[in-house]
């Protein structure tokens, strides 16, 4: 039933895209990760909060010849991508989530003065809102920069480089290791390398901080809302755990924007006008 569900969502999604019309589109298809699998796997790398979107596996039945260059270890390689990618997307959607929660909060905690002219957020709610709002701010630049980063490393400069070298190529042979290196160069430009292990390590436990405040946002009720100190402390431990994996991760960025590799743009984007020099990381 689940794989049905996920091949009606993914028909809907080719739908309304750009390959609506590509008949090589409807050997695409997405399976779920066996929990015994997932489960194993979660242990391993010492996550187990990840979302349960992280089975989804993006699948695609390559015919022959191009079983020959799309090989069972190259789909793999592009699933994984694609796992990742969802999880931003998904973070996307929980920051939009927070933002809306917070509009919704911040209306119904104002109060009227006197004259039922203006209205203005009680001395409680005011700092703590604000506090919140800085933790939107931060996340939304984080997201915003590495998602852009992500897209444009894979949809553009890798895929830049793979067409070049493909227009060159005289036989399959050449194709084929033409590929081999695009894929090589996706899985690096997507930092899923093993010496990019820890970055993409901290940038996991930042999404997953965004999907823990949203989470914890949920919990505020009326009448008390920002009031509710346990919730409250809740939020700000997330905000501040969050903020520390971001500005340590600012750190090793920096230490390598001199050696000249792709992660220096990634570098000079999240450090756009100095905004993490001025939370002074």
């Given amino acids: 039933e689940s794989r049905n569900v996920l091949q009606s969502l993914l028909r809907t999604a080719v739908k309304g895209s750009s ?25 391993s790398d010492r996550n187990p909060q990840r979302h349960s979107l992280d089975r989804v596996m993006l699948q695609y039945a390559a015919d022959w010849p191009l079983s020959l260059v799309l090989t069972p270890a190259a789909l793999s390689h592009y699933s994984e991508i694609f796992t990742y990618l969802l999880r931003l997307r998904r973070a996307g959607f929980a920051l939009r ?4 929660g917070l509009k919704a909060i911040d209306k119904a905690t104002q109060i009227s003065n006197r004259t039922g002219s ?5 001395p409680v709610n005011a700092p703590r809102l604000r506090q919140l709002e800085l933790f939107l701010r931060e996340a939304m630049h984080f997201h915003t920069i590495v998602t852009a980063f992500m897209n444009t490393q894979l949809l553009v400069v890798a895929w830049h480089k793979f067409t070049k070298e493909l227009n060159l190529a005289q036989d399959l042979f ?44 949920d ?15 809740h939020l700000q431990q997330t905000h501040q755990a969050f903020r520390q994996r971001t500005q340590f991760m600012y750190r090793m960025l920096k230490s390598v ?14 450090n756009f006008n100095n905004f993490y020099d001025q939370m002074h990381c």
């Fill in 174 to 217: 050449e194709i084929q290791n033409a590929h081999a290196r695009y894929v090589a160069d996706c899985i690096s430009r997507s930092m899923m390398r093993d010496d990019h292990k820890q970055l993409r390590h901290i940038i996991n436990q930042a999404l997953q901080a965004i999907l823990d405040f949203r989470s914890h946002l």
């Fill in 19 to 43: 390959c609506a019309e590509d008949p090589l589109a409807d050997n695409l298809s997405l399976q779920m990760v066996p929990f015994e699998i997932f489960s194993k796997s979660a242990a």
């Fill in 219 to 233: 919990r505020l009720s009326a009448p008390a809302y920002l009031e509710d100190d346990l919730v409250y402390l």
């Fill in 257 to 270: 924007a001199m050696q000249g590799t792709h992660l220096a743009s990634l570098f000079v984007q999240l």
């Fill in 118 to 122: 203006r209205r203005f957020l009680s």
């Fill in 97 to 100: 989530d927070v933002w809306l």
